[in-house]
Protein backbone atom coordinates (compact mmCIF):
# COMPACT_ATOMS: atom_id res chain seq x y z
CA UNK A 1 0.00 0.00 0.00
CA UNK A 2 1.16 3.07 -0.82
CA UNK A 3 1.51 5.88 2.13
CA UNK A 4 1.76 9.21 2.48
CA UNK A 5 3.20 11.59 -0.21
CA UNK A 6 3.82 14.57 1.25
CA UNK A 7 5.62 15.77 -1.41
CA UNK A 8 5.62 19.31 -0.67
CA UNK A 9 7.43 21.90 1.61
CA UNK A 10 4.82 23.46 3.22
CA UNK A 11 4.67 26.97 4.43
CA UNK A 12 1.82 29.18 6.13
CA UNK A 13 2.24 33.16 5.93
CA UNK A 14 -0.67 35.61 7.73
CA UNK A 15 0.10 37.99 4.69
CA UNK A 16 1.20 37.91 1.25
CA UNK A 17 4.18 40.13 1.92
CA UNK A 18 5.48 37.92 4.40
CA UNK A 19 5.46 35.28 1.79
CA UNK A 20 7.05 37.36 -0.92
CA UNK A 21 9.73 38.69 1.55
CA UNK A 22 10.44 35.40 3.22
CA UNK A 23 11.15 33.71 -0.64
CA UNK A 24 12.53 36.76 -2.15
CA UNK A 25 10.06 37.08 -5.20
CA UNK A 26 11.56 39.17 -7.89
CA UNK A 27 11.51 39.94 -11.69
CA UNK A 28 12.17 36.05 -12.76
CA UNK A 29 9.36 34.96 -11.04
CA UNK A 30 6.12 34.66 -13.13
CA UNK A 31 3.06 35.25 -11.14
CA UNK A 32 0.14 33.44 -12.57
CA UNK A 33 -3.20 34.10 -10.93
CA UNK A 34 -6.40 36.34 -11.52
CA UNK A 35 -5.83 40.41 -11.83
CA UNK A 36 -8.37 40.63 -8.84
CA UNK A 37 -6.35 38.88 -6.92
CA UNK A 38 -3.15 40.45 -7.87
CA UNK A 39 -4.63 43.87 -7.72
CA UNK A 40 -6.12 43.73 -3.65
CA UNK A 41 -2.88 41.53 -2.30
CA UNK A 42 0.07 41.65 -4.85
CA UNK A 43 0.55 45.13 -7.15
CA UNK A 44 1.11 47.60 -4.06
CA UNK A 45 4.43 45.54 -3.42
CA UNK A 46 5.74 46.59 -6.90
CA UNK A 47 7.62 43.10 -7.37
CA UNK A 48 8.30 43.69 -10.56
CA UNK A 49 7.41 40.03 -11.46
CA UNK A 50 6.12 38.70 -14.95
CA UNK A 51 2.66 38.23 -14.37
CA UNK A 52 -0.29 36.58 -16.43
CA UNK A 53 -3.72 36.61 -15.51
CA UNK A 54 -5.66 33.16 -15.94
CA UNK A 55 -9.73 34.42 -16.66
CA UNK A 56 -8.09 36.93 -20.00
CA UNK A 57 -7.61 32.91 -21.93
CA UNK A 58 -11.25 31.94 -21.56
CA UNK A 59 -14.26 32.10 -18.89
CA UNK A 60 -15.26 29.37 -16.50
CA UNK A 61 -12.61 26.35 -15.43
CA UNK A 62 -9.77 25.67 -17.83
CA UNK A 63 -9.61 23.83 -21.42
CA UNK A 64 -7.52 22.51 -23.76
CA UNK A 65 -7.99 25.58 -25.61
CA UNK A 66 -7.68 28.10 -23.03
CA UNK A 67 -4.52 26.75 -21.57
CA UNK A 68 -3.28 26.16 -25.34
CA UNK A 69 -3.27 30.54 -25.61
CA UNK A 70 -1.90 30.80 -21.98
CA UNK A 71 1.20 28.76 -23.56
CA UNK A 72 1.39 30.80 -26.32
CA UNK A 73 1.07 34.09 -24.27
CA UNK A 74 4.01 33.42 -21.96
CA UNK A 75 7.87 32.76 -23.00
CA UNK A 76 9.75 30.30 -20.69
CA UNK A 77 12.53 32.13 -21.11
CA UNK A 78 11.25 35.18 -18.78
CA UNK A 79 11.08 33.43 -15.79
CA UNK A 80 12.79 30.92 -13.46
CA UNK A 81 10.14 29.93 -10.74
CA UNK A 82 5.80 30.03 -11.45
CA UNK A 83 3.78 31.33 -8.39
CA UNK A 84 0.08 30.26 -8.82
CA UNK A 85 -2.23 32.57 -6.50
CA UNK A 86 -5.73 31.40 -6.93
CA UNK A 87 -7.98 28.01 -6.79
CA UNK A 88 -8.17 24.92 -8.59
CA UNK A 89 -8.52 26.47 -11.48
CA UNK A 90 -5.88 28.87 -11.19
CA UNK A 91 -3.64 25.95 -9.54
CA UNK A 92 -4.25 23.36 -12.37
CA UNK A 93 -3.22 25.58 -15.51
CA UNK A 94 -0.28 26.32 -13.16
CA UNK A 95 0.65 22.54 -12.60
CA UNK A 96 0.95 22.26 -16.72
CA UNK A 97 2.31 25.21 -17.50
CA UNK A 98 5.24 24.90 -14.63
CA UNK A 99 5.74 21.20 -17.79
CA UNK A 100 8.15 21.19 -20.85
CA UNK A 101 6.34 21.97 -23.39
CA UNK A 102 6.61 18.47 -25.48
CA UNK A 103 3.59 19.20 -28.11
CA UNK A 104 -0.29 20.07 -27.87
CA UNK A 105 -2.35 20.53 -24.64
CA UNK A 106 -4.71 18.03 -25.79
CA UNK A 107 -2.23 14.95 -26.19
CA UNK A 108 -0.59 16.06 -22.87
CA UNK A 109 -3.95 15.67 -20.98
CA UNK A 110 -5.23 12.44 -23.15
CA UNK A 111 -1.02 11.10 -22.29
CA UNK A 112 0.19 11.11 -25.61
CA UNK A 113 3.29 13.15 -24.43
CA UNK A 114 5.31 12.82 -21.86
CA UNK A 115 4.90 14.78 -18.59
CA UNK A 116 8.51 16.52 -17.89
CA UNK A 117 9.09 18.94 -15.03
CA UNK A 118 10.71 22.19 -15.67
CA UNK A 119 10.17 25.16 -13.96
CA UNK A 120 9.56 25.24 -9.72
CA UNK A 121 6.04 26.12 -8.60
CA UNK A 122 5.22 27.23 -5.70
CA UNK A 123 1.12 26.54 -5.06
CA UNK A 124 -1.00 29.42 -2.85
CA UNK A 125 -4.33 28.38 -2.65
CA UNK A 126 -7.23 31.40 -2.42
CA UNK A 127 -10.11 29.50 -2.40
CA UNK A 128 -10.75 26.17 0.45
CA UNK A 129 -10.60 24.29 -1.77
CA UNK A 130 -10.11 21.47 -4.22
CA UNK A 131 -6.76 20.61 -2.23
CA UNK A 132 -4.92 21.29 -6.08
CA UNK A 133 -1.64 22.43 -4.32
CA UNK A 134 -0.84 18.94 -3.30
CA UNK A 135 -2.36 16.62 -5.49
CA UNK A 136 -0.57 15.05 -8.72
CA UNK A 137 -3.84 15.90 -10.37
CA UNK A 138 -4.72 18.78 -13.53
CA UNK A 139 -8.04 18.59 -14.89
CA UNK A 140 -9.26 20.32 -18.04
CA UNK A 141 -12.07 20.80 -20.22
CA UNK A 142 -11.11 18.64 -23.47
CA UNK A 143 -12.96 17.45 -26.42
CA UNK A 144 -13.25 13.60 -26.43
CA UNK A 145 -13.14 12.14 -30.06
CA UNK A 146 -16.72 12.10 -31.03
CA UNK A 147 -16.60 15.34 -30.25
CA UNK A 148 -18.17 15.98 -27.33
CA UNK A 149 -16.44 17.84 -24.13
CA UNK A 150 -15.97 16.35 -20.86
CA UNK A 151 -13.46 17.02 -18.13
CA UNK A 152 -10.29 15.14 -17.59
CA UNK A 153 -7.43 15.18 -14.87
CA UNK A 154 -4.08 14.65 -15.68
CA UNK A 155 -2.39 12.28 -13.27
CA UNK A 156 0.50 12.36 -12.51
CA UNK A 157 3.35 12.63 -9.69
CA UNK A 158 5.60 15.14 -11.27
CA UNK A 159 3.22 17.57 -11.28
CA UNK A 160 2.36 17.80 -7.14
CA UNK A 161 3.75 21.53 -6.86
CA UNK A 162 7.45 21.55 -4.96
CA UNK A 163 6.22 24.53 -2.35
CA UNK A 164 2.75 25.03 -0.92
CA UNK A 165 2.13 28.25 1.11
CA UNK A 166 -1.44 28.92 3.11
CA UNK A 167 -2.38 32.39 3.46
CA UNK A 168 -5.71 32.98 4.72
CA UNK A 169 -5.27 37.04 3.81
CA UNK A 170 -6.28 36.06 0.38
CA UNK A 171 -9.80 34.38 1.64
CA UNK A 172 -11.19 38.31 2.61
CA UNK A 173 -12.38 38.15 -0.85
CA UNK A 174 -13.96 34.59 -1.90
CA UNK A 175 -17.23 35.11 -2.94
CA UNK A 176 -19.56 33.22 -0.55
CA UNK A 177 -20.76 31.30 -3.15
CA UNK A 178 -17.10 30.41 -4.58
CA UNK A 179 -16.20 29.93 -0.60
CA UNK A 180 -19.16 27.37 -0.43
CA UNK A 181 -18.91 25.31 -3.44
CA UNK A 182 -15.28 25.21 -2.49
CA UNK A 183 -15.48 23.98 1.07
CA UNK A 184 -18.05 21.38 0.20
CA UNK A 185 -15.68 20.17 -2.49
CA UNK A 186 -13.10 20.00 -0.24
CA UNK A 187 -15.85 18.32 2.49
CA UNK A 188 -16.65 15.46 -0.49
CA UNK A 189 -12.86 14.87 -1.15
CA UNK A 190 -12.39 13.91 2.66
CA UNK A 191 -15.81 11.72 2.05
CA UNK A 192 -15.13 9.95 -0.96
CA UNK A 193 -11.31 9.10 0.42
CA UNK A 194 -12.60 7.51 3.69
CA UNK A 195 -15.02 4.93 1.39
CA UNK A 196 -12.14 4.18 -1.33
CA UNK A 197 -12.64 0.53 -0.65
CA UNK A 198 -8.99 -0.41 -1.78
CA UNK A 199 -7.15 2.79 -2.05
CA UNK A 200 -7.67 3.97 1.82
CA UNK A 201 -4.35 3.97 3.86
CA UNK A 202 -3.82 4.84 7.61
CA UNK A 203 -2.98 8.51 6.64
CA UNK A 204 -5.70 9.66 4.13
CA UNK A 205 -8.10 8.66 6.82
CA UNK A 206 -6.00 10.44 9.43
CA UNK A 207 -6.37 13.73 7.12
CA UNK A 208 -9.57 13.14 5.67
CA UNK A 209 -11.08 12.49 9.24
CA UNK A 210 -9.58 15.97 10.35
CA UNK A 211 -10.90 18.15 7.30
CA UNK A 212 -14.49 16.71 7.58
CA UNK A 213 -14.38 17.76 11.37
CA UNK A 214 -12.80 21.04 10.56
CA UNK A 215 -15.16 21.71 7.43
CA UNK A 216 -18.83 20.39 9.40
CA UNK A 217 -17.66 22.88 12.84
CA UNK A 218 -17.29 25.43 9.92
CA UNK A 219 -20.49 24.77 8.15
CA UNK A 220 -22.14 24.41 11.71
CA UNK A 221 -20.78 28.14 12.89
CA UNK A 222 -22.54 29.37 8.92
CA UNK A 223 -25.67 27.90 9.88
CA UNK A 224 -26.16 29.01 13.35
CA UNK A 225 -24.46 33.04 12.60
CA UNK A 226 -24.68 33.44 8.73
CA UNK A 227 -22.15 33.39 5.56
CA UNK A 228 -19.89 36.25 7.92
CA UNK A 229 -18.99 33.19 10.16
CA UNK A 230 -16.70 31.79 7.54
CA UNK A 231 -14.01 35.05 7.76
CA UNK A 232 -12.94 34.41 11.78
CA UNK A 233 -12.63 30.55 10.68
CA UNK A 234 -10.97 31.28 7.32
CA UNK A 235 -7.32 29.53 8.42
CA UNK A 236 -8.65 26.31 9.30
CA UNK A 237 -11.14 26.19 6.15
CA UNK A 238 -7.78 26.36 4.39
CA UNK A 239 -5.88 23.90 6.18
CA UNK A 240 -8.68 21.72 6.06
CA UNK A 241 -9.22 22.17 2.39
CA UNK A 242 -5.50 20.91 2.04
CA UNK A 243 -5.81 17.89 4.37
CA UNK A 244 -8.97 16.97 2.04
CA UNK A 245 -6.18 17.16 -0.59
CA UNK A 246 -4.00 14.78 1.25
CA UNK A 247 -6.58 12.32 1.78
CA UNK A 248 -7.74 12.07 -1.62
CA UNK A 249 -4.00 12.29 -3.16
CA UNK A 250 -3.72 8.49 -1.57
CA UNK A 251 -7.22 7.33 -1.65
CA UNK A 252 -8.82 8.98 -4.72
CA UNK A 253 -12.14 10.33 -5.16
CA UNK A 254 -14.73 8.33 -6.51
CA UNK A 255 -18.54 8.52 -7.81
CA UNK A 256 -19.72 11.93 -7.06
CA UNK A 257 -16.42 13.11 -9.00
CA UNK A 258 -16.87 10.27 -11.53
CA UNK A 259 -21.04 11.40 -12.36
CA UNK A 260 -19.74 15.19 -12.14
CA UNK A 261 -17.03 15.68 -14.66
CA UNK A 262 -19.44 15.01 -17.49
CA UNK A 263 -22.08 17.69 -16.35
CA UNK A 264 -19.42 20.34 -15.71
CA UNK A 265 -17.73 19.75 -18.70
CA UNK A 266 -20.62 20.25 -20.49
CA UNK A 267 -22.86 22.80 -18.58
CA UNK A 268 -20.09 24.41 -17.39
CA UNK A 269 -21.20 24.15 -13.59
CA UNK A 270 -18.37 24.84 -11.03
CA UNK A 271 -16.70 22.28 -9.99
CA UNK A 272 -17.33 22.00 -6.37
CA UNK A 273 -21.17 22.79 -7.46
CA UNK A 274 -21.57 20.25 -9.62
CA UNK A 275 -20.07 17.88 -6.85
CA UNK A 276 -22.47 18.83 -4.76
CA UNK A 277 -25.58 18.30 -7.10
CA UNK A 278 -24.71 14.77 -7.21
CA UNK A 279 -23.04 14.32 -3.50
CA UNK A 280 -26.54 13.62 -1.28
CA UNK A 281 -27.83 11.20 -3.29
CA UNK A 282 -24.75 8.81 -4.29
CA UNK A 283 -23.94 8.39 -0.35
CA UNK A 284 -27.90 7.67 -0.16
CA UNK A 285 -27.31 4.99 -2.59
CA UNK A 286 -24.49 4.17 -1.10
CA UNK A 287 -26.06 3.11 2.33
CA UNK A 288 -29.13 1.71 0.26
CA UNK A 289 -27.08 -1.01 -1.54
CA UNK A 290 -23.95 -1.95 1.45
CA UNK A 291 -25.50 -0.09 5.12
CA UNK A 292 -23.06 -2.29 6.63
CA UNK A 293 -19.56 -1.37 5.17
CA UNK A 294 -17.16 1.60 5.66
CA UNK A 295 -20.67 3.88 5.37
CA UNK A 296 -21.22 2.78 9.28
CA UNK A 297 -18.48 4.22 10.31
CA UNK A 298 -19.06 7.23 8.33
CA UNK A 299 -22.60 7.32 9.59
CA UNK A 300 -20.75 7.19 13.11
CA UNK A 301 -17.98 10.31 12.53
CA UNK A 302 -21.05 12.60 11.02
CA UNK A 303 -23.35 11.49 14.04
CA UNK A 304 -20.73 12.29 16.66
CA UNK A 305 -19.89 15.82 14.79
CA UNK A 306 -23.46 16.84 13.91
CA UNK A 307 -25.06 15.12 17.10
CA UNK A 308 -28.17 13.16 16.46
CA UNK A 309 -28.48 9.00 15.40
CA UNK A 310 -26.23 7.42 13.30
CA UNK A 311 -29.06 6.34 10.88
CA UNK A 312 -29.99 9.26 10.34
CA UNK A 313 -27.04 11.23 9.68
CA UNK A 314 -26.33 11.33 5.78
CA UNK A 315 -29.90 13.61 6.08
CA UNK A 316 -28.47 15.37 8.60
CA UNK A 317 -25.47 16.08 6.92
CA UNK A 318 -28.06 16.83 3.39
CA UNK A 319 -30.10 19.40 5.69
CA UNK A 320 -26.46 21.51 7.19
CA UNK A 321 -25.06 21.36 3.26
CA UNK A 322 -28.71 22.89 2.03
CA UNK A 323 -28.44 25.86 4.70
CA UNK A 324 -24.67 26.49 3.18
CA UNK A 325 -25.64 26.16 -0.54
CA UNK A 326 -29.52 25.47 -2.13
CA UNK A 327 -29.67 22.34 -4.12
CA UNK A 328 -31.00 22.22 -6.99
CA UNK A 329 -31.94 19.55 -9.85
CA UNK A 330 -29.97 19.05 -12.47
CA UNK A 331 -32.58 20.62 -15.36
CA UNK A 332 -31.88 24.03 -13.29
CA UNK A 333 -28.28 23.79 -14.84
CA UNK A 334 -29.62 22.46 -18.77
CA UNK A 335 -29.43 18.95 -17.91
CA UNK A 336 -31.64 16.99 -20.99
CA UNK A 337 -33.19 13.83 -20.21
CA UNK A 338 -31.03 12.36 -22.78
CA UNK A 339 -28.05 13.13 -21.24
CA UNK A 340 -28.88 10.59 -18.78
CA UNK A 341 -27.86 7.62 -21.16
CA UNK A 342 -25.27 9.83 -22.41
CA UNK A 343 -23.08 11.17 -19.42
CA UNK A 344 -23.60 7.52 -17.68
CA UNK A 345 -21.74 5.67 -20.77
CA UNK A 346 -18.77 9.15 -20.82
CA UNK A 347 -18.58 8.03 -16.98
CA UNK A 348 -18.06 4.59 -18.16
CA UNK A 349 -15.63 5.69 -21.05
CA UNK A 350 -13.59 8.21 -19.27
CA UNK A 351 -13.93 8.67 -16.17
CA UNK A 352 -12.19 4.68 -14.95
CA UNK A 353 -9.78 6.33 -12.54
CA UNK A 354 -12.51 6.94 -10.33
CA UNK A 355 -15.03 4.73 -10.88
CA UNK A 356 -13.03 1.88 -9.68
CA UNK A 357 -12.72 3.86 -6.19
CA UNK A 358 -16.60 3.70 -5.87
CA UNK A 359 -17.97 1.97 -2.66
CA UNK A 360 -20.38 0.07 -4.42
CA UNK A 361 -19.93 -1.51 -7.83
CA UNK A 362 -20.95 1.30 -10.47
CA UNK A 363 -22.83 0.18 -13.43
CA UNK A 364 -24.32 2.14 -15.93
CA UNK A 365 -27.77 1.16 -14.56
CA UNK A 366 -26.67 2.43 -11.26
CA UNK A 367 -25.22 5.76 -12.87
CA UNK A 368 -28.29 6.45 -15.01
CA UNK A 369 -31.08 5.68 -11.82
CA UNK A 370 -28.90 8.66 -9.58
CA UNK A 371 -29.16 11.11 -12.67
CA UNK A 372 -32.83 10.22 -13.02
CA UNK A 373 -33.56 10.90 -9.56
CA UNK A 374 -32.11 14.20 -9.86
CA UNK A 375 -33.26 15.18 -12.84
N1 LIG B 1 -6.15 19.23 -9.24
C1 LIG B 1 -6.99 18.81 -8.35
O1 LIG B 1 -6.63 18.03 -7.49
C2 LIG B 1 -8.39 19.30 -8.41
C3 LIG B 1 -9.33 18.77 -7.54
C4 LIG B 1 -10.60 19.26 -7.61
C5 LIG B 1 -10.94 20.26 -8.52
N2 LIG B 1 -10.01 20.74 -9.38
C6 LIG B 1 -10.31 21.81 -10.33
O2 LIG B 1 -10.30 23.02 -9.64
C7 LIG B 1 -11.23 23.94 -10.21
C8 LIG B 1 -12.18 24.46 -9.16
O3 LIG B 1 -11.43 25.12 -8.20
P1 LIG B 1 -12.07 26.04 -7.08
O4 LIG B 1 -13.26 25.39 -6.49
O5 LIG B 1 -10.95 26.42 -6.20
O6 LIG B 1 -12.64 27.27 -7.90
P2 LIG B 1 -12.00 28.24 -8.99
O7 LIG B 1 -10.55 28.11 -9.06
O8 LIG B 1 -12.78 28.01 -10.23
O9 LIG B 1 -12.38 29.64 -8.34
C9 LIG B 1 -13.75 29.99 -8.15
C10 LIG B 1 -13.94 31.46 -8.44
O10 LIG B 1 -13.46 32.24 -7.35
C11 LIG B 1 -12.46 33.16 -7.79
N3 LIG B 1 -11.52 33.32 -6.67
C12 LIG B 1 -10.70 32.37 -6.20
N4 LIG B 1 -10.07 32.81 -5.11
C13 LIG B 1 -10.47 34.08 -4.90
C14 LIG B 1 -10.17 35.06 -3.91
N5 LIG B 1 -9.36 34.78 -2.89
N6 LIG B 1 -10.77 36.26 -4.00
C15 LIG B 1 -11.65 36.52 -5.01
N7 LIG B 1 -11.99 35.62 -5.95
C16 LIG B 1 -11.40 34.42 -5.91
C17 LIG B 1 -11.91 32.54 -9.04
O11 LIG B 1 -11.27 33.42 -9.88
C18 LIG B 1 -13.17 31.95 -9.65
O12 LIG B 1 -13.92 32.91 -10.33
C19 LIG B 1 -11.93 23.21 -11.30
O13 LIG B 1 -11.35 23.58 -12.52
C20 LIG B 1 -11.68 21.75 -10.97
O14 LIG B 1 -11.73 20.95 -12.09
C21 LIG B 1 -8.75 20.28 -9.31
FE1 LIG C 1 -13.05 17.97 -6.17
Not at 3 to 12: D, S
Not at 92 to 112: E, I
Not at 287 to 296: M, R, S, V
Request: charged fraction near 25%; include cysteine; charge should be negative.
Amino acid sequence: MREILMRPEMYKFNTFKEFADEFKVGERDLIFTNKYIYDPYVSHLNLGCVTCFEEEYGEGEPSEESISKIFDALNPEDYDRIIAIGGGAVMDVAKVLSLKRVGAVHDLYFRKLPVIPEKELIAIPTTCGTGSEVTNISIAIVKEDNGNTTKLGLVDDLIIPKKICLIPEFLKTLPYKAFASSAIDAFIHGAESFLSPSRATMTSELFGVKAMEIILEGFKRIAEQGQDARFDYGEEFLTAATYAGLAFLQAGCATVHAMSFPLGGTYHVPHGESNYLLFGKVFEKYDQINPDGKIAEFKKLIASILGGSEKDSIAALNALLEKILHLQPLRNYGFKETDIEAFADSVLANQQRLVTNSYVPLDKELIMEIYRELY
